[in-house]
């Protein structure tokens, strides 16, 4: 059983060069998510989806038709492996792990240093559900779930907080002054108010 305690974060990964071996469906889904973050991308694989031919040609991603080697690790800020060769699978991870680049062997917990985490997705709000890899099914439930409590109104209301938090920032005011009104904005209330004068 996994007891170890997970440190949340969320990564910048603009421009940093990540690396996926293999180039099936899964690991497309995991490019898909890589290339929203504003990520390089480089995949290495025999073969590759038609999805994933596209991108390469439209210079999206990088593609080498070849069997994975030990140099492709080079530079790399992270790497995601999704092939059906456990061998292969133990090779990179121990090479990540020798040139301290983060691993995640998809759908293998022993071999990942991060996990992909279920996410509700509501314009800049992200919320991310991570069982430690001990249940993906508990997580997608849960995302579900959220996804009903948290509506696509959030997206807006983040937009409209956002914009309210900057202009208290420029005023010369009281720093504690300035904290209770960004709580007040936050609070309950405020998001009632938005949604009644949303539908006028």
């Known amino acids: 059983m996994n007891s170890e305690k997970l440190f949340p974060m969320f990564l910048k ?33 025999p073969e590759a989806t038609l999805q994933l031919r596209s991108w390469a040609q439209s210079n999206a991603i990088e593609w080498h038709q070849r069997p994975f ?4 690790l080079e530079g790399i800020f992270l790497v995601v492996a999704a092939t059906s060769s456990t061998e292969l699978h133990e090779r990179i991870f121990a090479l990540a792990t020798q040139t301290g680049v983060l691993c995640n062997i998809v759908d293998v ?20 559900i ?20 948290f509506g696509l109104e ?18 010369d005011m009281d720093p ?12 309950e209330e405020a998001f009632q108010a938005f949604l009644r004068n949303r539908h006028r």
């Open 13 to 45: 990964l603009a421009s940093r060069l990540c690396l996926v071996v293999g180039a099936g469906t899964i690991a497309e889904a995991k490019i898909a998510s890589l290339l929203e973050a504003g990520a390089k991308i480089r995949v290495v694989a």
């Open 69 to 72: 080697q030990p140099a492709d």
């Open 109 to 128: 917990p022993a071999l990942c240093d991060f996990y992909y985490p279920s996410v509700v997705q509501r314009g800049a709000l992200q919320i991310a």
């Open 130 to 149: 991570s069982t430690a890899g001990l249940s993906p099914a508990l997580a997608q439930r849960l995302r579900k779930q959220l996804e009903a409590q």
């Open 154 to 171: 959030y997206e807006d209301w983040l937009a409209q907080l956002g914009e309210a938090r900057e202009k208290l920032h420029s005023k």
């Open 176 to 187: 504690d002054e300035r904290k209770r009104l960004l709580h007040e904005i936050a609070g």
